[in-house]
């Protein structure tokens, strides 16, 4: 079956680093993404892998082993505004031009002074 | 980048009556979803919206409760029907392009059924 598991709700405090975990079991991979969503808005974009490693956007990382089904989002500097869930997304390509993406429940990040 | 509209922004229904959200596209997408999210809790897709033929479902919804258009590239429309309070939550459209990295969403409508 699809399978998505991130930890609910995680707490950090400002200026520190946090990690979010994902691990994912699909039927097929064709890339995973990372999304931000605040409370109350649409979720938006914030990373994608589809090759082992890491990649690095600010103070935004994110890493990727294809071998383990595992994934994090690093978070670095934490600011006040960076509470929010985090979404973990799988895509499965079917055909030439179609896919799906399969999504983890999100984890919320609260962020304390 | 595609930049996605959707309307209304927010709705309140009796139960019993129909809306339908429209979702417009500023750039051509290959793919477009319709999601629900409950408060609290993580998206999950009704449908994919395919261009000029029948949305696929997937499994727990179906066509009949929520009917879906795509005429073209850049828009569609999901009716939520015949609706109950259980329908109260946020759908969400998204678009995105096959082989690019980034599905975009429009910023949700919010129905509440009363």
């Known amino acids: 079956g699809q399978n998505i598991d991130q930890p609910t709700e995680m707490t950090a405090t400002e200026g520190a680093i946090v990690q979010i975990n994902c691990t994912y079991q699909t039927s097929g991979f064709n890339g995973l993404f990372w999304y931000q969503q605040h409370a109350g808005e649409a979720p938006t974009f914030l990373s994608y892998?589809?090759l082992d490693g890491l990649e690095e956007k600010g103070r935004f990382s994110s890493f990727l082993s294809r071998s383990k089904g595992y994934s994090y989002l690093l978070l670095k500097e934490l600011q006040m505004k960076d509470s929010a869930s985090y979404l973990c997304a799988v895509r499965d390509l079917f055909g030439d031009s179609n896919y799906q993406l399969i999504w983890g429940a999100g984890t919320k990040l609260i962020i304390k002074p | 980048s595609a930049v996605i509209s959707q309307k209304p922004s927010r709705d309140i229904c009796q139960r019993g009556t129909s809306l339908t959200i429209q979702c417009q596209v500023d750039s051509q997408v290959t793919m477009m979803f319709w999601y629900r999210q409950q408060p609290g809790q993580s998206l999950t897709l009704i449908a994919t919206a395919n261009q000029g033929s029948e949305a696929t479902y997937e499994s727990g919804f179906v066509i009949d409760k929520f009917p879906i258009s795509r005429p073209n590239l850049t828009f569609s429309t999901l009716t939520v029907s015949n609706m109950s309070p259980e329908d109260s939550s946020i759908y969400l459209c998204?678009?995105?392009?096959?082989?690019?990295?980034?599905?975009?969403f429009g910023e949700g409508s919010r129905l509440t059924v009363l």
């Open positions: 892998n589809v």
């Open positions: 998204s678009g995105g392009a096959a082989l690019s990295g980034e599905l975009f």
